[in-house]
């Protein structure tokens, strides 16, 4: 199993969104976490209601810091935009997606980040 990190800022919305799209496409490839590089403490209602609609229960996720997940070095590290707010970690390939904060957005925006992060994670997942 390849350990993969999805960090942002929060880790509210698009980080949670990736780790829950890696669960479910990768259950037999990859271990998925996601943390932020300062926590909200909270995860989105509107990413937990955006997952629910693909059948994903994001309610049991919570808010993480980088200090809260395994200290060990990653397959993938994936920052979704966050820039210099993203600390190095080790991780033997690291990716920016440069994905919108859609927390602040309409419900249709927010799905179409909601998809957009799907489809990146498929992505990956393909080429692992």
Sequence with gaps: MKKILFVCIENS??????QAFAKMQ?????????????????VNPKAIESMKELGYDLSTHHSKSLQDIPQEEFEHVITMGCGDECPWI???NTTDWDIPDPKDLPVEEFREVRNLIRERVRKLLNDI
Excluded at 13 to 18: D, H, K
Excluded at 26 to 39: F, H, I, M, R, W
């Design 26 to 42: 990768g259950t037999d490839l990859v271990e998925a976490y996601s943390a932020g590089s300062k926590p909200s403490g909270v």
């Design 90 to 92: 080790p991780s033997k």
């Design 13 to 18: 919305n698009r980080s949670q969104m990736a």
